[in-house]
C-alpha cells in the first residue's frame, strides 16, 4: 500500500479549546513521532502567532525524517510566512461552497483563479515542495466546484488534494461516504488529466473518522491525517495510534512504523495538553489491554487472544488482569503467581474476598496493593491464631500491679 501519515497534532490539535504546547514540547513531540516514522508532521499555521512561526521554523531546520509542513489560508502573505520558516510541505485551504463564497462576495470563478494563483506562486518559488489544496468541507460542497477548483490547483502545482470532511458528516454504506467521494473525485479529475495523490482529512463528530479514512483508503487516498488522542477542532478528529495499529495489523503495513513509541508519545502530549487519555480508549487507553470480569481473565490468563484481537505487544504493552468485584479465583490465583506468593486455598479464598470489597467501593487493586492485601491477612490470621491459643490457655494470669 502506497502510504502517507501526516500528523497535525501540532496544527489541528492545538485547535483543541485550550491547548498550546511550548516550543520545547513541540520539538519533543515531533522527536517521537519521526521515532514513530510518520511521514508528514504538520507543524502549524504561521499566520496565527509569532511563537507558532518559531516553532515551525525550529521544526523545519531540525533535519527530521518526516517533512515538516505549514498550514495556510489561499494567501501570498500566507504562502510568504510558511516559506519564510523554510517547510518542505505546504497546505493551502480556501472552501469552496456556495454559501462560503457568497459569504466572501466571490464567485466560483474568481475563487478557483485565486487558489490557483496562489499554488502557482508556491510553486514556483520552491520546485521541491509537497503542495496540498484542501477545499474546506470538501464533501457537503457542490461536487462540480470542488472538481473544478481541484484541478486547477493541480494544473498550478498541488501535488496532492485532500478530502476534508470538516464536520464528520459522512457515513460509510451510504450515499454520503468517503469511499464513493474520492471514487468520484479521482475519476473527475483523472478525466480532466490530473492525477494528484488525494489525501483524506476526517473529524470525528459522529464517531466515524477513522471508518471514514478507511473508507477513503479503499478509494484509492494515499495519505491520512491523523493526531495524538485525536484532538483537533470539536470532537477532533482520527487517533494516530488506533490508525496505525489498524494499519500495521491488519493492512499488512507491519513494521513500517514503530509503534512502541506510542506510550511515550501520548504520555507526554496528553499532560502538555491537559487532555487525559480517557482509560477505555482504544490502544493507548490504560485499559486497552487489560482483562477484568472473571471469565475474561481465567481465559486471558491462558492466552490473552482469547478476549483482544490486537496484541498489547504491538504498541510495546502487555496484556494486564484488573482486580476488582468483577474478579474471580482464576485472577487472584494468577495475580498471586505473579508476586511469587504461593497461597493456599483459604488464603487465596479470602484474598478474593477482600478484593470484591474492594471493588465494590470502585477501586481496582494492583499488584502492589495485592501484596498489602496478601500482608494484612497473613497478620489477622496469625493474630487468630494466637487468640485462638490463647483462649485454650485459659485466660492471661492477672497482672501483678503493685495495688497491696
Ligand atoms: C481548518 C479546517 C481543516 C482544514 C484541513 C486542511 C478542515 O481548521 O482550517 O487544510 O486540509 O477540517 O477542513 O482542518
Ligand atoms: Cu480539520
Known amino acids: 500500500?502506497?502510504?502517507?501519515?501526516?500528523?497535525?497534532?501540532?496544527?489541528?490539535?492545538?485547535?483543541?479549546?485550550?491547548?498550546?504546547?511550548?516550543?520545547?514540547?513541540?520539538?519533543?513531540?515531533?522527536?517521537?513521532?519521526?521515532?514513530?516514522?510518520?511521514?508528514?508532521?504538520?507543524?502549524?499555521?504561521?499566520?496565527?502567532?509569532?511563537?507558532?512561526?518559531?516553532?515551525?521554523?525550529?521544526?523545519?531546520?531540525?533535519?527530521?525524517?518526516?517533512?515538516?509542513?505549514?498550514?495556510?489560508r489561499s494567501l501570498k502573505s500566507d504562502v510568504d510566512l510558511a516559506l519564510a520558516c523554510g517547510v518542505g510541505f505546504l497546505g493551502v485551504f480556501y472552501c469552496v461552497a456556495d454559501e462560503r463564497l457568497e459569504d466572501h462576495r466571490q464567485t466560483l470563478t474568481r475563487a478557483v483563479d485565486r487558489i490557483a494563483r496562489v499554488i502557482a506562486y508556491a510553486r514556483e518559488r520552491r520546485p521541491d515542495l509537497w503542495i496540498r489544496y484542501t477545499p474546506e468541507d470538501t464533501v457537503r460542497s457542490p461536487f462540480e466546484n470542488v472538481l473544478t477548483a481541484a484541478a486547477a490547483a493541480v494544473q498550478a502545482g498541488a501535488d496532492i488534494i485532500s478530502v476534508a470532511d470538516t464536520t464528520g458528516f459522512l457515513i460509510p454504506g451510504t450515499g454520503r461516504d468517503m469511499y464513493g467521494f474520492v471514487s468520484r473525485l479521482r475519476d473527475g479529475l483523472a478525466a480532466r488529466g490530473a492525477f494528484p495523490k488525494i489525501a483524506v482529512h476526517c473529524h470525528n463528530d459522529r464517531g466515524l473518522a477513522l471508518a471514514n479514512a478507511l473508507d477513503g483508503l479503499r478509494a484509492g487516498a494515499e495519505i491520512v491525517d491523523a493526531s495524538i488522542l485525536g484532538l483537533g477542532e470539536r470532537a477532533g478528529i482520527v487517533d494516530l495510534a488506533t490508525l496505525l495499529a489498524v494499519l500495521a495489523h491488519d493492512f499488512g503495513e507491519a513494521g513500517r512504523w514503530d509503534l512502541t513509541v506510542l506510550p511515550e508519545l501520548y504520555d507526554l502530549a496528553s499532560r502538555y495538553a491537559r487532555v487525559p487519555v480517557p482509560a477505555h480508549f482504544p490502544v493507548t487507553g490504560r485499559n486497552a489491554f487489560t482483562h477484568c470480569a472473571g471469565i475474561h481473565t481465567q481465559a486471558a490468563t491462558r492466552n490473552p487472544l482469547h478476549y483482544q484481537s490486537l496484541?498489547?505487544?504491538?504498541?510495546?504493552?502487555?496484556?494486564?488482569?484488573?482486580?476488582?468485584?468483577?474478579?474471580?479465583?482464576?485472577?487472584?490465583?494468577?495475580?498471586?503467581?505473579?508476586?511469587?506468593?504461593?497461597?493456599?486455598?483459604?488464603?487465596?479464598?479470602?484474598?478474593?474476598?477482600?478484593?470484591?470489597?474492594?471493588?465494590?467501593?470502585?477501586?481496582?487493586?494492583?499488584?502492589?496493593?495485592?501484596?498489602?492485601?496478601?500482608?494484612?491477612?497473613?497478620?489477622?490470621?496469625?493474630?487468630?491464631?494466637?487468640?485462638?491459643?490463647?483462649?485454650?490457655?485459659?485466660?492471661?494470669?492477672?497482672?501483678?500491679?503493685?495495688?497491696?
Open 311 to 404: 496484541p498489547a505487544e504491538l504498541v510495546g504493552r502487555k496484556s494486564e488482569i484488573a482486580l476488582d468485584h468483577m474478579s474471580g479465583l482464576a485472577s487472584v490465583r494468577y495475580c498471586l503467581e505473579l508476586l511469587g506468593i504461593e497461597a493456599g486455598e483459604e488464603l487465596a479464598r479470602a484474598v478474593l474476598r477482600r478484593v470484591k470489597e474492594v471493588g465494590q467501593t470502585g477501586r481496582t487493586v494492583d499488584l502492589a496493593e495485592l501484596k498489602y492485601v496478601v500482608r494484612a491477612l497473613e497478620a489477622s490470621e496469625g493474630e487468630s491464631r494466637d487468640e485462638a491459643a490463647a483462649t485454650s490457655l485459659g485466660p492471661e494470669p492477672e497482672e501483678k500491679t503493685g495495688t497491696c
Open 1 to 72: 500500500m502506497n502510504l502517507t501519515i501526516l500528523d497535525t497534532t501540532l496544527r489541528e490539535g492545538e485547535q483543541t479549546p485550550g491547548v498550546c504546547f511550548d516550543v520545547h514540547i513541540k520539538l519533543a513531540i515531533a522527536d517521537l513521532l519521526a521515532r514513530v516514522g510518520v511521514e508528514v508532521i504538520e507543524a502549524g499555521h504561521p499566520a496565527v502567532t509569532e511563537e507558532i512561526r518559531r516553532a515551525v521554523t525550529l521544526l523545519a531546520a531540525r533535519g527530521l525524517g518526516p517533512r515538516v509542513g505549514a498550514h495556510a
